[in-house]
């Protein structure tokens, strides 16, 4: 059984603090990660997509990767109370089968 | 590019009764998912469509089917709905098979 799991939180954070949310899978053979934000009531919208081992910057956004910890990371930098949601991690093996498989979400909360 | 399209986007069913939810993808993504969201169980794979065939299923009952057309849009069934059916369903597109696109979804309720 693959499984990504997640905190339920909630995380709550300062404004103006970095917010790190964690994420385990258990699936040796996964080889593409994303992380998905999800408002109160509304669909997942893509954050970030990584791949290789290391860090992937996209504005205040870093995805960390280490395949040999089987763990993934997002870092929220100067987080805003915008950044209010849960966050779902997803992994997808190398299997062919390109099933995503998603972690039930990390509830993050942004307080001025 | 619009973005992915879900209707209806609210249906109050009863139990025993059948429902089509229907999904139109990003212009160009022939990948159609679906998934069924839940606060208990989370977001699970339904299944995937590709140019009309089913290429990936989940671990649903066969109550769950879909369909492809050949403009990508995709629609799903439920047959025989029972209480624990009640979710929100989400259609996702994707060019890469892999990153998803999601819609705004279909919030099911069944009484």
């Known amino acids: 059984q693959k499984e990504v799991e997640q905190n339920s939180g909630p995380l709550s954070v300062p404004e103006g603090a970095i917010a790190s949310l964690n994420c385990t899978y258990s699936?040796?053979?996964?080889?593409?990660f994303f992380w998905y934000r999800q408002y109160s009531g509304k669909s997942p919208e893509l954050i970030m997509s990584?791949?290789?081992?290391g860090d992937k910057e996209d504005g205040r956004f870093t995805a960390q990767l280490n395949k040999a910890s089987q763990y993934v990371s997002l870092l929220i930098r100067d987080s805003q109370p915008s950044d209010s949601a849960t966050y779902l991690c997803?992994?997808?093996?190398?299997?062919?089968?390109?099933?995503?498989?998603f972690g039930r979400g990390t509830s993050l909360i942004v307080h001025p | 590019k619009a973005g992915v399209t879900q209707t209806p986007r609210y249906l109050i069913k009863t139990r025993g009764q059948q429902v089509t939810l229907s999904c139109s993808p990003i212009?160009?993504?022939?990948?159609v998912s679906w998934y069924q969201q839940t606060p208990g169980q989370g977001l699970q794979f339904l299944f995937e469509?590709?140019?009309?065939?089913?290429?990936n299923k989940g671990n649903f009952p066969g109550r769950f089917s879909g369909r492809q057309f050949s403009n990508s849009r995709s629609e799903m069934n439920v047959s025989t709905l029972e209480l624990g059916d009640s979710a929100l369903y989400l259609c996702?597109?994707?060019?890469?098979?892999?990153?998803?696109?999601f819609g705004p979804g279909t919030r099911l309720l069944v009484l």
């Open positions: 469509y590709f140019s009309e065939t089913q290429r």
């Open positions: 996702a597109s994707s060019s890469d098979q892999e990153t998803q696109y």
């Open positions: 212009s160009g993504h022939r990948s």
């Open positions: 990584i791949y290789s081992n």
């Open positions: 997803a992994s997808i093996s190398s299997g062919g089968s390109y099933i995503p498989t």
């Open positions: 699936d040796r053979g996964s080889q593409s």
